[in-house]
């Protein structure tokens, strides 16, 4: 599934030549297909404590082969955009679901650990999409490159039919708007969720128009080789130690120093070299997947009923700021260029560090996020 999310990141510039759009519109694919994601949350997190986790996940795989063989048919922007929106309402079927389904299989025999295996996970699909479709689309054009991960997606509802154990039965609630309600409420989910869409925004902001300054001066590389500054993604690795950390001092604690890291390092970005940009590229990578599994870890465990209602509130808000973040970056990318981009995505991570760090302080003789 995630090879497919951002399957067309690495490519913007390439997309834009090939139907003769912007930057801002090129960075549609993107936004589509997360405000998509964000609708389907709402459908796949409820259906899922409805009938099953697992079958959630088999089902939302085989949905997702056609509209991604589609994308390489597509005659015009309009109809690439129509199968990114397609592509988007059938992700979150793996992806939220996932989330729970990862808690209640393997949360009581990893902890934290297995949230961040889970989201080390999706390093591999996420540099396939990015820098196997790039690479594949300098030998055989990109057009093949991305019809060609409908493989992906078909193999893998095989898999999971026939590998996956089942979880245990969930909860049926039928009352999911009284569900909704009642965890609007709930301290920890809106942190975790405020957390986890900030860094989401300021790294799909960052790493979506990245490409554009790595081709510009001074650095003027191709886009097969700037395609590689996604290789970063191999730090996602990071996932199960952030797990651990997130056991011993609180997921809170962790997901305030992945927002700090942040901060501190889109800065460097700015110095005009290429070790500098690798190096707080590094940094933000790291700061995403500590900080998205310490989110996550918080999503799950914040409720002990209707899960699926609460990975619906997450997911929902997180691609809805992943929406924003691959079109108003472009459009700050336009008129200012590289510090432009920079400064929106730090004008998102400063105010959700402010309030983490907030509640931290104030956590004082209450329980351990």
Known sequence: MFATVYCTQAILPTLGREFGVGAARTGLTISVVVVAMAAGAWIWGPLSDRIGRKRCLVLSSGLLVAPTVGLGLAPSFAVLLLCRLLQGLCMPGLLAVGLNYVQEVFGDWLGGKAMGCYLSSLVAGGLIGRVGVALASEQVGWRLSLAGLALLPSVAALLMHYALPESASPAKEKQELAAVM???????????????????????????FVTYYLEAPPFSLSPAVGSLIFLLWSLGAVGPVAGAVADRIGWGATLLGALTGSLLALPLS?????PALVAALAVLTVAMFSGATAAQIGVATASESDQG?????????????????????GVAWQWWGWAGVTGVALGVLAPAAAILLFAQVVRVHRPKL
């Open 182 to 208: 009642r965890l609007l409420g709930n301290r920890a989910l809106l942190l975790a969720t405020l957390g986890g869409c900030a860094l989401f925004f300021s790294f799909v902001g960052v790493f979506s």
């Open 270 to 274: 700015l110095v005009g070299t290429l």
């Open 309 to 329: 209602s609460a990975s619906a509130i997450y997911y929902s808000c997180y691609y809805t700021c992943g929406a924003f973040a691959g079109y108003l970056p």
